[in-house]
């Protein structure tokens, strides 16, 4: 398992950027798939954008593609999501994700075993 804690949420205008980080705790973050999901009131959890182990291979959202953009740096166990162009309809929790099996590049919540406390973000129009 693999602890994880998010930040860089906040309030912003529509149009606007915001990055997430996602700080990872333990030794083998690097073989980890990692992804950013969110969840608006009422909504169900969806997922956002993923990254493979090596950062090799990112994956996104449609709603997001083109706007958002995954990186993760395995030095510093670390998870980024440059949110770019925000629009109202992003207003979420915006949680960062694990997937223990590496070699998967998953879009379900249900294969993601550690997840962090999300972070709000908050776009206004």
């Known amino acids: 398992q693999v602890q994880l804690v998010e930040s860089g949420g906040g309030l912003v205008q529509a149009g606007g950027s915001l990055r997430l980080s996602c700080a990872a705790s333990?030794?083998?973050?690097?073989?980890?798939?990692m992804a950013w999901f969110r969840q608006a009131p009422g909504k169900e959890r969806e997922f956002v954008a993923g990254?493979?182990?090596?950062?090799?291979?990112?994956y996104y959202a449609d709603s997001v593609k083109g706007r958002f953009t995954i990186s993760r740096d395995n030095a510093k166990s670390m998870v980024y999501l440059q949110m770019n162009s925000l629009k109202p309809e992003d207003t979420a929790v915006y949680y960062c994700?694990?997937?223990?099996?590496?070699?998967?590049?998953?879009?379900?919540?249900?294969?993601?075993?550690?997840w962090g406390p999300g972070t709000q973000v908050t776009v206004s129009s």
């Open positions: 990254i493979g182990w090596n950062g090799g291979s990112t």
């Open positions: 333990g030794r083998t973050f690097s073989s980890y798939t």
């Open positions: 994700a694990a997937d223990g099996y590496r070699i998967r590049l998953s879009r379900a919540t249900t294969d993601f075993g550690s």
